[in-house]
C-alpha cells in the first residue's frame, strides 16, 4: 500500500505564507503527477496545483502568482509554498499522487488524509 502524510498547516493572518509538505511510502515503484487539492466547507474540492514526474507545473488561476508547487523524486515527497494568503484560501488541503507500485502495474491516484489550513483576515 501507499501512504501519502502531510504535514504544514495551520493558522496564519492574511497576507502571511505557509508551506505544507506531503511524504509517499510504502510500494511505490513510480510516482506520475503529484499535486494538492482543497476543500473549504460546503464546497467541493479543487485543484490547487500539480506536478509532473518531468516537473511540468499548473495551478489554479485564483493561487497562481503566490503559490508554488514543487517535488522532490528522490524523497517522494511534494510542497505548496504559499504565500499572500488570503482568506478565502481557508480549506483543508489533501495531497494527492498517482503511484504505479510494481513493474506493469497500473497508476492508481492515492490521496493524504487532510490538513487544515485557516486564514484569518
Known amino acids: 500500500q501507499v501512504q501519502l502524510v502531510e504535514s504544514g498547516g495551520g493558522l496564519v493572518q492574511a497576507g502571511g505564507s505557509l508551506r505544507l509538505s506531503c511524504a509517499a511510502s510504502g510500494s511505490i515503484f513510480s510516482i506520475n503527477a503529484m499535486g494538492w487539492y482543497r476543500q473549504a466547507p460546503g464546497k467541493q474540492r479543487e485543484l490547487v496545483a500539480t506536478?509532473?514526474?518531468?516537473?511540468?507545473?499548473n495551478y489554479a488561476d485564483s493561487v497562481k502568482g503566490r503559490f508554488t508547487i514543487a517535488r522532490d523524486n528522490a524523497k517522494n515527497t511534494v510542497l505548496l509554498q504559499m504565500n499572500s494568503l488570503k482568506p478565502e484560501d481557508t480549506a483543508d488541503y489533501y495531497c494527492?499522487?498517482?503511484?504505479?507500485?510494481?513493474?506493469?502495474?497500473?497508476?492508481?491516484?492515492?490521496w493524504g488524509q487532510g490538513t487544515q489550513v485557516t486564514v484569518s483576515s
Open positions: 494527492n499522487a498517482i503511484v504505479k507500485i510494481r513493474f506493469g502495474s497500473p497508476y492508481v491516484n492515492y
Open positions: 506536478i509532473s514526474s518531468l516537473g511540468t507545473t
